[in-house]
Structures are given as C-alpha cells and as structure tokens.
C-alpha cells in the first residue's frame, strides 16, 4: 500500500507565496506520475499540475506561469511552488501517484489533502 502525505498549507494574502510537498511511502518499486489536485467547496476536483517519469509536465490553464511542480532528488517527493496567489486559488490541495508497487500491482493513491487559503 502506498501512501501520500501533503504539507505546505496555510493562509497567505493574495500575491503571495506557498510551496506545497508530498512524499510517498510505501512499498514502491516505480512511480509513473506524480500529480497535484485541488477542490474548492461546490466545485469538482481539478488537475492543478502533473509530472511523469520523464519529466515532462502539464499544467491546468489558470495556474501555467504561476504554478511550478517539481520532484525531489529521491523520486517519491512531489512539490507544487505557488506563486502570485489569487482567491480563487483557495481549495484543498491533494496529492496524487501512480505506479506499480513492490508486488507488481498497479497503484494510484491519494493523499488526504492540505488546505491553501489566499485571503486578505
């Protein structure tokens, strides 16, 4: 079993700054896919930014330019740098992954969320 844990959260003023992390643990043997999501109260879950073994990354609309998704050295960490905050940023930030697991089973786990607030 895999698991996500997101960290980074918080409450920032709009224009400001916030880098969210996730780390991945777990009996893992690949990771395919690393991916940030988010979900503000009444709306449906959307892909914020995504990143795939090779690197290669893709961004939702409202956020390419502001937004950067990285991952760390180590491969199971996942970061989402967070520039030029804006209200309509406020959501639930979570953490997504894919791959194939130690037992040679396919995974796609979910983390259990953070909250970003851009409010004045």
């Known amino acids: 079993q895999v698991q996500l844990m997101e960290s980074g959260g918080g409450l920032v003023q709009p224009g400001g700054s916030l880098t969210l992390s996730c780390v991945a643990s777990?009996?893992?043997?690949?990771?395919?896919?690393m991916g940030w999501h988010r979900q503000a109260p009444g709306k449906e879950r959307e892909m914020v930014a995504r990143?795939?073994?090779?690197?290669?990354?893709d961004y939702e609309d409202s956020v390419r330019g502001r937004f950067t998704i990285s991952r760390g050295n180590a491969k199971n960490t996942l970061y989402l740098q967070m520039n030029s905050l804006k209200s309509e940023d406020t959501a639930v930030y979570l953490c997504?992954?894919?791959?194939?697991?130690?037992?040679?089973?396919?995974?796609?786990?979910w983390g259990q969320g953070t909250q970003v607030t851009v409010s004045s």
């Open positions: 777990g009996s893992i043997f690949s990771i395919n896919a």
């Open positions: 990143i795939d073994s090779n690197g290669v990354v």
């Open positions: 997504n992954s894919w791959g194939y697991g130690s037992n040679g089973r396919s995974f796609n786990s």
